[in-house]
């Protein structure tokens, strides 16, 4: 906000219609933000409470009221006890939201910290796999099957389990988009009503489905538009690599189908054998959704990345026939229509980043919002369902925010997910 525009009032000046900022930390006043019009006399005692002389006043973005004739009048004893009392409460007031919200920052940072956590154990897991299933090829079937079937469990605990968008990783892993695949091929299941055996095998098969890809060149390891028929057949050689190394790992059969069709497409355009919806098996169908999706975010070469929001969008407006109506709708659903990583706008002009979804208001998502007030490391992330009149009015390219909100917004050039269960819902806040 331009300092120019404003002057300094002293808190005995202020009323109903001022647009002020509050030059403190918002750790030390009880507004959802540091700047804001004043709409009530509560608002006023508040301010006074805080033990200010001077606020900072926007002449052009105010439009004031007159004082009522007793607003601030001392007439009498009784009248000064009673204003001491409200502002007693008030104070009383700001320290318990502060309280709130410093407990919610925390168990926002501690939820973001434990997926990461996790996030992080996958990756390890399947770099480990890589390494040593050749020579324990059971072994590391085992302790797949230990990772998945704890992932399992906490996604089907009681309450909405969603999609948390993650930092940027330290540099790029090839574990990436098999974490990536299993976690969101877990909860595309749990959205289709798998039972909990049914997403063990999606999940072992998720993670391992590209496993094959260590017995070809590195050069031909990823799609390439530009690879000759020879080199085009090798890369595609890695499905049926990848089935062979599952059944030397013990993998079940169901697995084995899924991985050995993560390439097909409904429409009969995919690889190896060109099979029809109708022949695909429910794992196979899920596998060929949350694979594509993840490719068009993170792709080899990010010249050619997409955002969530653009890949959502591509994959419903122009891929539709590739994947089965069923699945490619609960994906949806699941996704939001703009999905975690997604860098916005609102109604209200800010700038944000979509870090998780709201399934059941798929445009009402939760963002963290752009706040030079606020420091990024203590921002809330704001749901936009509790703010009934804010919204997004457009998705950008990272490429299109300003040098600030980029920089505070951070948002990732290759995108990382886990799951988590919905934090409390947050009082409506003002942004």
């Not at 085009?232 to 169901?254: C, D, K, N």
């Not at 099979?275 to 169908?285: P, V, W």
């Not at 490429?399 to 505070?408: D, I």
Request: net charge neutral; proline share 6%.
């Amino acid at each position: 906000m331009d300092d120019k525009s404003s002057q300094l009032i002293d808190v005995g000046q202020l009323r109903r219609g001022l647009f002020i900022q509050l030059d403190l930390g918002w750790m030390d006043h009880p507004f959802p933000r540091g700047s804001f019009k004043i709409t009530s006399s509560d608002q006023i005692r508040t301010i006074r409470a805080l033990g200010l002389t001077q606020v900072r006043y926007f002449p052009d973005r105010s439009d004031p009221e007159e004082p009522p004739s007793d607003f601030g009048a001392v007439s009498g004893s009784g009248e000064v006890h009673a204003d001491e009392a409200a502002q007693h409460r008030l104070q009383a007031e700001a320290r318990a939201l502060q309280t709130q919200r410093q407990q919610q920052l925390a168990a926002q940072q501690a939820s973001l910290q434990h997926c990461e956590q996790r996030f992080g154990e996958v990756v390890r897991l399947y770099q480990r796999v890589v390494e040593e299933t050749p020579a324990r090829p059971v072994a590391m079937r085992e302790q797949c099957e230990a990772l998945v079937a704890r992932c399992v469990a906490e996604i089907l605990v009681e309450g909405e389990a969603t999609i948390r968008l993650l930092s940027e990783g330290a540099g790029e892993s090839q574990a990436t988009h098999p974490a990536n695949t299993m976690v969101l091929a877990l909860l595309l299941g749990r959205a289709l009503g798998l039972p909990a055996h049914g997403l063990a095998e999606l999940g072992i098969a998720a993670l391992l489905h590209d496993l094959g890809k260590q017995q070809l060149p590195a050069h031909l390891r990823m799609r390439d538009e530009r690879y000759q028929a020879e080199d085009l057949a090798v890369y595609r050689s890695h499905v049926r690599e990848s089935v062979q190394t599952g059944r030397r790992m013990g993998l079940s059969a169901w697995a084995l189908q899924a991985i050995a069709q993560h390439h097909e497409m409904a429409d009969g355009s995919g690889f190896p054998a060109g099979l029809q919806g109708a022949d695909m098996s429910t794992g196979g169908k899920v596998l060929a959704l949350v694979n594509r999706y993840d490719r068009l975010c993170n792709p080899p070469s990010m010249a050619q990345a997409l955002t969530p929001h653009e890949a959502l969008a591509l994959t419903f407006a122009r891929h539709k026939a590739c994947f089965d109506a069923e699945v490619l709708g609960a994906f949806i659903r699941m996704m939001g229509v703009y999905p975690p990583g997604s860098v916005v706008q609102l109604a209200n002009e800010r700038y944000a980043l979509v870090v998780s979804v709201n399934s059941t208001r798929p445009l009402k998502p939760r963002v963290l919002v752009h706040d030079p007030a606020v420091p990024p490391d203590q921002a809330l992330i704001l749901d936009l369902e509790t703010a009934p009149e804010q919204g997004i009015r457009r998705s950008l390219k990272p490429s299109q925010l300003p040098a600030g909100a980029r920089a505070y917004l951070a948002p990732v050039s290759r995108v990382r997910c886990f799951y988590e269960h919905q934090l409390p819902a947050r009082v409506p806040t003002e942004v």
